[in-house]
C-alpha cells in the first residue's frame, strides 16, 4: 500500500523557515512516467489549496500566494519529496499535505491526486 508520510512541520516566526518532508513507501517516484508530485494546505475555515507542485522532469509550478518564498524538490533516490518555505507569514499557517499521482496531468496543480499524506502542521507567528 502506498503511505505518504509529511514531516518538519511545527512553530515558526514570521520571516522564518521551514522545511517539509514528505517521505513515500510502497512507491517509487518516477515509476508513473511523468508524474506529478505536490504539496496542498488547509488552513482553519479555509478550502485546501495547491501550494506546490513537480513533475518528473522537474519543472515546478507554485500558488501565487508562495511565489519567491517557497522551493520545491524532489529526490528519487530517497522518495522523498521537499518543500523549503522561507519568509513565512501568520497566512502559512496551515495543514501541509503531500501527495502524489499515478496518472499523467499536463497541469500538476490541476492534478488528480491518487495518494495523499496525513499532513504536517505548520504555524506560524507574527
Known amino acids: 500500500q502506498v503511505q505518504l508520510v509529511e514531516s518538519g512541520g511545527g512553530s515558526a516566526q514570521a520571516g522564518g523557515s521551514l522545511t517539509l518532508s514528505c517521505a513515500a513507501s510502497?512507491?517509487?517516484?518516477?515509476?508513473?512516467?511523468?508524474?506529478?508530485m505536490g504539496w496542498f494546505r488547509q488552513a482553519a475555515g479555509k478550502e485546501r489549496e495547491g501550494v506546490a507542485t513537480?513533475?518528473?522532469?522537474?519543472?515546478?509550478r507554485y500558488a501565487d500566494s508562495v511565489k519567491g518564498r517557497f522551493t520545491v524538490s524532489k529526490d528519487n533516490a530517497k522518495n522523498t519529496l521537499y518543500l523549503q518555505m522561507n519568509s513565512l507569514k501568520p497566512d502559512d499557517t496551515a495543514m501541509y499535505y503531500c501527495a502524489v499521482t499515478k496518472k499523467l496531468w499536463p497541469y500538476c496543480l490541476s492534478a488528480e491526486y491518487d495518494y495523499w499524506g496525513q499532513g504536517t502542521q505548520v504555524t506560524v507567528s507574527s
Open positions: 510502497g512507491y517509487t517516484y518516477g515509476s508513473y512516467g511523468s508524474y506529478c
Open positions: 513537480v513533475n518528473s522532469n522537474g519543472t515546478p
